[in-house]
């Protein structure tokens, strides 16, 4: 029962927040906020990611392939798929639910415990589209910027590892990066990226926003809502793979 009660507060919120802004001059101001703190912000730690990522898969790859039957570009290709089908947006997006969901979660949290979403109500603004809005928005525009990027990163620590490793040559883990290319799994990886998005952003939403109490409720709120959103991103993930590559 408590579980469907949390699926139809949710449901409640997310009707208000989906509405149309009633100034869309605020709502694109607030939007360029949102894209440059949850999206420009998390550009770093992408990229720092990314690189040793795939840096590490190529350095494994290379040691555990030990049979001559296998060709050395195989590092390369392996390298290339494990990143563009699952790395840059699943894992990726886990991540994200850690830096970007705590973000808005204790944010907002933090806005309810100090009534500051109250004075917005008694003022007539509907707060969850004014505050939520632009957040799921913002996320859902820059995500998918943070995964080409994360694939660039990813491929081009595998590149670094070949570079240093006595096991691969550039060449050979250039033709694997090259071999038999399926453009698909970038639009893949970006819609599944875009959905997941709006999970991290909805769900962290709707844990700050629910927020009863003071400061502990909300430190207890945006981790309740990294733990959801991920064990949504994993459960969608499944649901997705099986719906666009089966």
């Known amino acids: 029962m408590k579980s469907l009660q949390k699926l139809g507060e949710y449901s409640s919120l997310m009707l208000r927040t989906l509405a149309i802004p009633d100034r869309w001059s605020m709502y694109f101001k607030q939007l360029i906020k949102e894209i440059y703190k949850l999206g420009v912000d998390s550009l770093w730690i992408v990229i720092i990611i990314s690189l040793f990522i795939g840096f590490v898969i190529a350095i494994q790859i290379s040691l555990n392939i030990s049979s001559p039957l296998i060709p050395k570009f195989t590092i390369g290709y392996v390298t290339r798929e494990t990143i563009l089908l699952e790395f840059s947006s699943s894992i990726m997006s886990l991540i994200l639910a850690g830096k970007v969901g705590s973000n808005i979660a204790s944010e907002i949290g933090t806005m309810r415990v100090t009534e500051q979403i109250d004075a917005l109500e008694i003022m007539g603004v509907n707060s969850a589209n004014y505050l939520i809005l632009p957040k799921i928005t913002g996320l859902?525009?820059?995500?998918?910027?943070?995964?080409?990027?994360?694939?660039?990163?990813?491929?081009?620590?595998?590149?670094?590892?070949?570079?240093?490793?006595?096991?691969?040559?550039?060449?050979?883990?250039?033709?694997?990066?090259?071999?038999?290319?399926?453009?698909?799994?970038?639009?893949?990886?970006?819609?599944?990226?875009?959905?997941?998005?709006?999970?991290?952003?909805?769900v962290a939403a709707y844990f700050g926003y629910n927020v009863k109490g003071g400061a502990l409720e909300v430190g207890k709120a945006s981790t309740n809502s990294v733990v959801m959103s991920s064990v949504l991103i994993l459960l969608i993930d499944v649901l997705i793979t099986n719906l666009m590559l089966t």
């Open 140 to 202: 859902m525009i820059f995500i998918p910027v943070l995964v080409i990027f994360s694939m660039f990163c990813g491929i081009g620590g595998g590149y670094i590892a070949a570079l240093t490793s006595n096991s691969l040559s550039v060449g050979e883990y250039e033709f694997g990066i090259q071999y038999w290319f399926t453009p698909f799994y970038i639009t893949y990886s970006i819609v599944k990226s875009v959905v997941f998005a709006f999970i991290i952003a909805s």
